[in-house]
């Protein structure tokens, strides 16, 4: 049976080599990225999911939503005393809040100091004067097509807890 080699060994070298690249890259990383987005920018039209403006859009329908202020509305109905629909402009003119957070993606990516702006749902609360029975809150998004994958166009996500959150636009 022939001798087999020995295995090669990767040590300290390899290890204080790869720290440095790391390191290095806080210097030229920055410089790099610039250069890659904006020759791939051109094909952001072809391919809607590189990254744009530093965020990178993903979705399970194959397609992009497609907005339309002309025709947005949300309605609030259910356990409230006064149902509304707002166009998108009527909800723009509510008072608008402000904060900075940090953005952490289900998928394990963090953004520090996002700055979002909305209409806080209490503003919203107080438009509709929600019943005494209300207790939680579901939001059902219907898009203008089929989600795909033989998803719903319509799915519900229930909200209960604080209500100090952004109605973001």
């Known amino acids: 049976m022939p001798e087999q080699p020995a295995p090669r060994r990767y040590g300290r070298g390899l290890f204080l080599l790869t720290v440095a690249g790391g390191l290095s890259s806080l210097a030229w990383g920055k410089t790099v990225w610039g250069h890659v987005s904006r020759a791939v920018g051109p094909a952001e039209s072809l391919v809607p999911l590189v990254p744009k403006g530093g965020w990178r859009i993903y979705t399970i329908s194959g397609s992009m939503p497609q ?10 109905d259910g356990l409230v005393q006064k149902p509304v629909s707002l166009s998108y402009g009527q909800l723009r003119s509510l008072p608008r809040a402000e904060q900075v957070t940090t953005f ?13 702006a909305g209409v806080r749902l209490n503003d919203i609360y107080d438009l509709v004067l929600p019943l005494p029975e209300a207790e939680e809150q579901t ?3 219907a ?14 996500a229930t909200s209960e807890g604080p209500t100090e959150q952004l109605g973001l636009f």
Do not use: I
Request: some cysteine.
């Open 139 to 141: 939001m059902l998004e």
């Open 104 to 116: 952490h993606c289900v998928t394990g990516w963090t953004v520090p100091n996002v700055h979002w």
């Open 143 to 156: 898009p203008a097509a089929d989600a795909g994958e033989g998803l719903p166009q319509a799915a519900p």
């Open 67 to 76: 907005f339309d202020p002309a025709t947005w509305r949300l309605q609030v």
